[in-house]
């Protein structure tokens, strides 16, 4: 399980029209827009804001942005409304047209002033939708920082001081946590310290970069007993101002405010922010789905109402309601919309047992999105046996070797399954060869007579995993397992969104490992 996000992908959307409806005889319309979030389930929406007016223009650029959050999980909906305004209302006003669109298409279109252009239904014209990403506390960012004296206070009688400080977070009960403890520079008033390791920033200031969280305290060392040099309170972005020269830190003692005792400046400060999962995507990347089904005898008859295999007319069973509530998700962010789809486990027509097969039996696995992976599941029921082992391995090498096979593709392997693995060791193998492919694996365990016991040893909360044969550790975590019997009754949403949760943190510490190129700003 990857480290839990706790930071928003936030965004900001922005609009303008081209080619609007002009409602007014004597001059052009005045538009205004109205945006709204559509409800997960059915067509009930959230009021969102309202632009400005944009007087006599049928091509305006409303500079009135709207703030949303990013979840690549979830299927995020929204309504714009354009109005001619007559000082109506909403309710009186002539409506210029409407226009639906997803989240994820606007944030996939790339980075450029142009944005996602969709055409206005009800209307005249085009609608264009920007989404600048606001800036975020990332956990991945970092800093080095050497910090330095000058001018500082004689504290002896005889000599200069031996100046040393310690670096504290101050936490929100009121505790302080000791993050370094500088050497003792001896008889200087102008001392450089040791560099100090590199720091996460959420170490430092947790998501609140205003927030003055750290504490900088200066002593002199004496025999018997250390003399206080002052201190200082900062916040982050108080450490980006004096890391670029802009000021420095004075530290002082409340009760003596006027006791100067020097300066406190950076010999060295480097800020290193790493890129968040919505720059890659708006950099570019596109996520692929590809699917992988159990066909092993262990599910059942598919003839029988019992087999998790059984297509029932009324309610599908949980392979294809798996495959719909993932696929829903991923295909947003899939340009061709081509998903490789395989079954394992299946006794074919030639009389092989295999255990990784193509799904639509032809020499290319690609099938046209989610509805062609369930139309040649079908058909596969009907032409193979199910069979057995349980075996991940070929599936998961056929996966590395396609994941890197298409640059600029990140790829999502569902593999759905009834039962734990029996190639346990092979399995382990691949998955440590596949630590710097541009992949991820989610494991979906269906029906509720298996306890997936082994599960949790691929998913590696407790112990990465290793070669067993090299002993090569794997240096990321790419697997995600969700039981369905978690969410048999459930929206098929909930499924997706827990099953996705994690991509986001895989995909960067994929671009993290393999030193992948920053997205351009």
Not at 91 to 116: I, K, M, P, R
Not at 146 to 161: C, E, I, N, P
Not at 214 to 226: A, I, P, S, T, V
Not at 485 to 501: G, S, Y
């Amino acid at each position: 399980m990857a480290i839990p996000n706790d930071e928003k992908l936030r965004v900001q959307l922005f609009f303008r029209a081209e080619g609007l409806s002009d409602k007014d005889t004597t001059s052009k319309s005045d538009p205004y827009l109205l945006l709204s979030q559509r409800a997960a389930a059915g067509p009930a929406s959230r009021p969102i804001g309202k632009t400005e007016t944009i007087k006599n223009s049928l091509s305006p650029k409303w500079t009135t942005g709207f703030t949303v959050d990013f979840f690549f999980e979830m299927k995020q909906e929204f309504m714009v409304s354009i109005y001619d305004d007559d000082g109506k209302g909403p309710a009186g006003d002539d409506c210029l047209g409407t226009v639906l669109f997803q989240l994820a298409h606007v944030v996939s279109t790339g980075q450029n002033a142009t944005g996602f252009k969709v055409k206005i239904a009800g209307g005249d014209g085009f609608l264009f939708i920007i989404a600048q990403q606001l800036s975020t506390a990332g956990r991945r960012d970092t800093v080095t920082m050497q910090f330095a004296g000058r001018d500082l206070k004689k504290m002896d009688t005889v000599g200069q001081s031996d100046p040393y400080f310690k670096l504290f977070r101050m936490n929100p009960n009121g505790t302080q946590t000791q993050l370094y403890l500088s050497e003792v520079i001896p008889k200087t008033l102008a001392p450089t310290w040791n560099k100090l390791p590199v720091l996460k920033v959420t170490d430092l200031t947790g998501s609140d970069r205003n927030a003055k969280t750290l504490r900088f305290e200066m002593f002199d060392k004496d025999m018997f007993k250390d003399d206080s040099m002052g201190w200082f309170e900062c916040s982050f972005n108080d450490l980006l101002e004096v890391g670029a020269g802009r000021k420095t830190f004075e530290p002082r003692k409340p009760h003596k405010p006027d006791n100067r005792y020097g300066n406190i400046y950076f010999k060295e400060f480097q800020f290193t922010q790493m890129p968040s999962f919505l720059d890659y995507l708006r950099g570019g990347m596109q996520m692929n789905l590809m699917v992988s089904i159990d066909f092993t005898g262990s599910n059942g008859d598919p003839r029988q109402p019992t087999s998790l295999h059984y297509m029932d007319p009324v309610r599908p069973n949980q392979y294809v309601r798996a495959i719909m509530g993932v696929g829903d998700i991923l295909m947003e962010y899939d340009t061709d919309k081509q998903v490789p789809a395989f079954g394992f486990g299946a006794r074919l027509p030639d009389g092989n047992v295999n255990m990784c097969f193509h799904l639509n039996f032809e020499q290319n696995p690609y099938v046209p999105g989610v509805q062609g992976v369930l139309d040649c599941y079908g058909r596969a029921l009907a032409s193979v046996r199910l069979s057995g082992p349980t075996n991940f391995g070929p599936t998961i090498a056929t996966a590395n070797r396609l994941s890197r096979s298409s640059p600029g593709v990140y790829t999502v392997l569902l593999i759905l399954t009834d039962g734990d693995i029996t190639d346990m060791p092979e399995t382990v193998n691949e998955l440590v060869a596949c630590d710097d492919a541009p992949l991820s694996i989610v494991v979906v365990g269906v029906g509720s007579a298996c306890d997936f016991a082994m599960m949790d040893q691929l998913d590696a909360d407790r112990n990465p995993l290793r070669n067993s044969s090299t002993g090569k550790q794997c240096r990321r975590d790419l697997v995600q397992f969700v039981p369905f019997k978690n969410f048999d009754r459930r929206p098929p949403a909930e499924l997706a969104a827990e099953v996705l949760r994690e991509i986001p943190d895989q995909v960067v510490d994929w671009a993290v490992l393999t030193r992948q190129p920053a997205p351009a700003a």
